[in-house]
């Protein structure tokens, strides 16, 4: 007998497109294959322990439970960057954090549930779980999301093409402001070690600068190019920063890393507007757009992009091809091993076509 009940959940940070992916899952799983889909709550949370309600609990999704999702924000099933079943945060009697295996009970509880399969939609960290779950009996398989686009085996995460829309349409915005009051307007967008999200607004956006993970900067640079546009007349500048941006020798600002979680990036536009600050003559503002490109409507391209994952992800299920994440490769669709897929990261080429683009139209990447 083929698979009949299958669980879906989604990991790690909220991303435009989840739902999208969940919608057509959903919809491919019961019209097409007449399965009983069940929906987890945050992440692993559901499975590590079966009476979990934060607020729900996990659901059993119908054609009438995913009506309407596909253009909504968020994740109807709830998600959570805190909940590795191989390193689960758990609070002891004085207060400290530390970390246990709950995978056991991922596993016996999967069992319990009569599930035959899961597809979990994530990012880097859900894939390397995925494939220690997998290593444990459970059929896995994966879609990769995330806004930051760092996923190394497919061409594009869904998620990302929403967030560089809100950070191109925020640099628009500043813009206006950076003219009108002559300043250094500087942004700081998402995309934790990986410079995707800067460098694709930064160019679709006009920006006069953009600070990347991948190519450490000097402030000199940065300075000179604004002297030499206003000796041109050009009194305004737009920097685009990167969360994970470094100084030339230096680290990322990370605000705290707590355990059996990511290092949280924090100050990295604020840190530029302090040290720019004194080498120029210009007022500096500062604004980090943060959450706001994690959530709202998909974009037309990650709602096609996300329902396209979900459809691929349910018959990769049928055809009983677990250990696979689906990815998108030359406009097409296709599947990658998950053991490959949670291997590597992607980061943007220094020598890359297109900052090669974005510096022969003259945007300044402080190198
Ligand atoms: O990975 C997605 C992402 O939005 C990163 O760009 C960012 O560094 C991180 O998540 C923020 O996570 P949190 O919502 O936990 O602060």
């Not at 990302?160 to 500087?186: P, Y």
């Not at 500062?286 to 994690?294: A, D, F, K, M, P």
């Amino acid at each position: 007998m083929g698979v009949q009940r299958v669980a879906i959940m989604t990991g790690g940070g909220d991303c435009p497109g989840l739902n999208a992916v969940i919608y057509g899952a959903v919809r491919v799983g019961i019209e097409k294959y007449g399965w009983e889909v069940l929906g987890i709550e945050d992440a692993t949370n559901g499975l590590i322990d079966l009476e979990y309600r934060f607020p729900k609990g996990n659901q059993w999704l119908t054609l009438e439970s995913v009506r309407g999702i596909l253009s909504r924000g968020g994740t109807i099933l709830g998600t959570s960057n805190r909940s590795d079943p191989f390193n689960y945060v758990t609070t002891g009697p004085d207060g400290k954090e530390t970390t246990v295996d709950v995978s056991d009970k991922v596993v016996a509880n999967f069992q319990k549930l009569g599930l035959q399969a899961l597809i979990s939609i994530g990012g880097d960290g859900s894939m390397r779980i995925a494939r220690k779950l997998m290593d444990k009996g459970i059929p896995i398989v994966g879609v990769p999301k995330t806004i930051d686009n760092d996923l190394a085996s497919t061409d594009q995460t869904f998620g990302f093409d929403t967030a560089v829309q809100i950070a191109t349409e925020a640099l628009d915005r500043v813009r206006d402001t950076a003219e009108s009051h002559d300043r250094v307007m500087i942004v700081e967008v998402m995309g934790r070690d990986a410079g995707f999200i800067a460098l694709h607004a930064g160019i679709a956006g006009g920006a006069d600068a953009i600070l990347l993970p991948e190519i450490p900067y000097r402030l000199e640079p940065l300075a000179e190019m604004i002297a030499a546009r206003r000796a041109k007349g050009q009194t305004h500048c737009v920097i685009v920063v990167a969360e994970g941006a470094k100084p030339l020798g230096g680290d990322a600002s990370v605000l705290e890393h707590k355990a059996g979680a990511m290092p949280r990036l924090v100050g990295a536009g604020t840190r530029v507007a302090e040290r720019l600050g004194p080498m120029i003559k210009a007022e500096l503002r500062v604004t980090v757009l943060g959450h706001i490109q994690r959530g709202g409507s998909p974009s037309n391209f990650d709602r096609i992009l996300a329902v396209r994952y979900g459809q691929s992800a349910a018959d990769l299920v049928a055809e009983g091809r677990f250990g696979h994440m689906v990815a998108l490769r030359n406009g097409a669709i296709t599947s990658v091993p998950i053991v490959e897929a949670s291997s590597g990261v992607k980061r943007v080429e220094a020598g890359g076509q297109l900052v090669q683009t974005a510096k022969a139209i003259g945007v300044c990447f402080g190198d």
